[in-house]
């Protein structure tokens, strides 16, 4: 019952809302994301990096996981399961392999001709299965599962290739977003922005999400954006809740309860996201 990310983020387009994506990491946190976009009756995009995959047991346990708790959990919004930054055609295939509905090949540190090339496979293997691709051009800046990087905004004709050529379903045109926490206020180029999406016409994702003014978010959403990716702020409140429980209650020790609070913090931080993005009661 999971869904591809093509039909949700082109009714996100149309109607100009975006669809979030949410990392996950365990469980609980899949299931904080899951009942937060079932409760807000949106649809939702569950993130896996190749770093979180591996830590939850590979991306059959991530897919066995999600696809057993669509069932248990009786949800109908639709969910898409989606690969975040994955570095190789291999690490593409073998996620949908197991069962994602979507993949992203960031092969944003290679030339644009590499990058169209490989995503270009990456496209043919995914589409044949039926799942969508994302795909970046310009580099994302900061850290991320110990990756760092420097910001190198989006050039707007290779976007317009890799649109064309590569046939996407989604594009990443980095344009001053980082991952991890921002120093001071993020400064995203709307003009570029304004000026990929007209000419490219593709619907755009927005990396580095976290910590993001709401007014700029109401912006990039005018300016084509689709798809927000959440990280940094779903674990920053999760840490912040069990580091709270753990320091208010010295007599804890039973696993569920030390983090319980976290789950719950997700939930109210999840949907307080959809509301922002617009993708509440768009399922
Ligand atoms: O791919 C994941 C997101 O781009 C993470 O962004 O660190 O701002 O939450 P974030
Ligand atoms: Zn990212």
Redesign the pocket.
Known sequence: RLVSMTEMLNKALEGKYAVGQFNINNLEWTQAVLEAAEAEKSPVILGVSEGAAKYMGGHLVVASMVNALLETMDITVPVALHL??GTSFDSCKSAIDAGYSSVMIDMSHYSIDENIENTKKVVEYAHSKGASVEAEVGT?GGT?DGITGGVQYADAQECLRMVKEGNIDALAAALGSV?GPYEGEPKLGFDEMKEISELTGAPLVL??GSGIPEHQIQQAIEYGHTKI?VNTECQQVWTAAVRDKLATDSAVYDPRKVIGPGKEAIVKLVRERMTVFGSSNKA
């Open positions: 975040d930054h994302v991320e991952h990396h580095g990716n």
